[in-house]
C-alpha cells in the first residue's frame, strides 16, 4: 500500500521476475494485475488467484471425471478408476497441504 508512482507495481514484477538480486529461486511467485476484470460478476482476490492456478483446476475437472466414471461403473472399470481417483486425491491434498505451508510462513 502506497501513493501512486512510488513503485509498488514496478517492485511487485521485478520480485515475480527473479531480477532482485538474491531473490531465492525455490519460491513460486505470481503477481496478480489489478486490472484483472472478473468475467460474470464480481470475484474475490482469493477466488482469481484460485482460478489462476492451471494445476490445481486440471486436477479438479480430473478428479469430477474419474469420480462420475466410479458411479457409473459396473465393476471391470472401478478398480482403475478408483485407483485414478485416489491419485488425483493425493495430489489435491499435497496441494493443499503445501498452501497451508505457505500461509504459515
Do not use: Y
Amino acid at each position: 500500500v502506497g501513493k501512486n508512482g512510488v513503485g509498488k507495481t514496478t517492485l511487485l514484477k521485478a520480485i515475480a521476475a527473479f531480477d532482485i538480486e538474491g531473490m531465492p529461486r525455490h519460491h513460486r511467485i505470481l503477481h496478480v494485475r489489478q486490472e484483472v476484470t472478473p468475467s460474470g460478476g464480481e470475484v474475490s482476490v482469493l477466488n482469481a488467484v484460485l482460478e489462476a492456478d492451471v494445476e490445481r483446476n486440471t486436477l479438479l475437472r480430473e478428479e469430477k471425471v474419474l469420480l462420475k466414471r466410479l458411479e457409473g461403473a459396473d465393476g471391470g472399470g472401478a478398480d482403475a478408476a478408483e485407483g485414478s481417483a485416489t491419485a488425483v486425491k493425493e495430489k489435491l491434498e499435497k496441494l493443499k497441504s503445501a498452501d497451508t505451508a505457505s500461509d504459515d510462513s
